[in-house]
């Protein structure tokens, strides 16, 4: 049944009962997996803060360090579908993860698509950009499957 999984992965905590889930599926449906990872530059849009004003070194430092943990993740997720001997490719985007993953998931043939997400309580609902929902509810290509923690 699912022979082509999307996994978006930001490298945070939330990602990981996804990781997990992904794992599962995959090795039962011996399904070959695409780990998509969006550098998300969010960061760079503060350059004119007082702590950066005009600072072409602050720019290169965020792009530098959202590349140090891309490259990790990177390496954790193939060693991981390795060692589980699932087929693993890893796809790096640089912009707004919605649109990149939406992108990628429109682009090829995927039968599913799993990411993580947090449990948002309060304000939290009303607050947050809440990636998960919003590729869901754009997302009309593919199953999506959310794994909140």
């Not at 999307?6 to 599962?24: P, Q, T, W, Y």
């Not at 780990?35 to 702590?51: G, T």
């Not at 072409?56 to 193939?78: A, G």
Request: proline share 3%; charged share 30%.
């Amino acid at each position: 049944m699912f022979k082509n999984i999307l996994l978006a992965n930001d490298g945070e905590d939330h990602s990981r009962k996804a990781i997990d889930a992904c794992l599962e599926i995959a090795g039962r449906f011996q399904a070959r997996v695409t780990v998509i990872h969006v550098l998300d530059p969010y960061l760079k849009q503060f350059y004119n803060e007082i702590y950066a004003q005009g600072r072409k070194e602050y720019l290169e430092h965020v792009d530098y360090c959202l590349k140090i943990h891309s490259d990790s993740l990177e390496k954790d997720m193939e060693h991981l579908f390795k060692k589980n001997s699932i087929s693993c490719s890893f796809i790096r985007r640089y912009g707004d993860p919605e649109t990149e993953i939406l992108a990628e998931a429109r682009k090829r043939h995927y039968d599913l698509l799993i990411m993580g997400g947090k449990i948002l309580t309060g304000l939290q609902r009303f607050t947050s950009w809440n990636l998960p929902t919003k590729i869901e509810t754009a997302c009309r290509c593919l199953p999506v499957m959310i794994c909140r923690q």
